[in-house]
């Protein structure tokens, strides 16, 4: 599976925006997908994961009631939408994917075989 993350920019806190994942691959369409993201000083930490259908989705903590996460199957995209931004928001964020349907519940980003670029979310107070 490749994948391309896109849809970063700056945004005021309060404010939203969308990211997008572009997927190729036969596997995306039975793959979990996830977000991540790296804040500066910081690891790499999820954000949230859906299920291969889209059943299942699971967000951190910090991201509940702000971030949605969903996914096409036949265009192949998963997309993260962010609202109520916050500055401590800011990071790269990460698409990844695991074929492991069982890894759907792992916050380990070793767990994940593929991964986007990444693209830069700002959130300015």
């Known amino acids: 599976v490749q994948l391309q993350a896109s849809g970063g920019g700056l945004v005021q806190a309060g404010g939203s925006l969308r990211l997008s994942c572009a997927a190729s691959?036969?596997?995306?369409?039975?793959?979990?997908m996830a977000w991540f993201r790296r804040a500066p000083g910081k690891g790499r930490e999820i954000v949230a994961a859906?299920?291969?259908?889209?059943?299942?989705?699971d967000y951190a903590d910090s991201v509940k009631g702000r971030f949605t996460i969903f996914r096409d199957n036949i265009e192949n995209t998963v997309a993260l939408r962010m609202n109520s931004l916050k500055p401590e928001d800011t990071a790269v964020y990460y698409c990844?994917?695991?074929?492991?349907?069982?890894?759907?519940?792992?916050?380990?980003?070793?767990?994940?075989?593929?991964w986007g670029q990444g693209t830069l979310v700002t959130v300015s107070s």
């Open positions: 990844a994917a695991t074929p492991e349907n069982y890894y759907f519940d792992s916050v380990r980003p070793i767990d994940y075989r593929f």
């Open positions: 691959g036969r596997a995306f369409g039975t793959s979990v």
């Open positions: 859906i299920s291969w259908n889209g059943g299942k989705r």
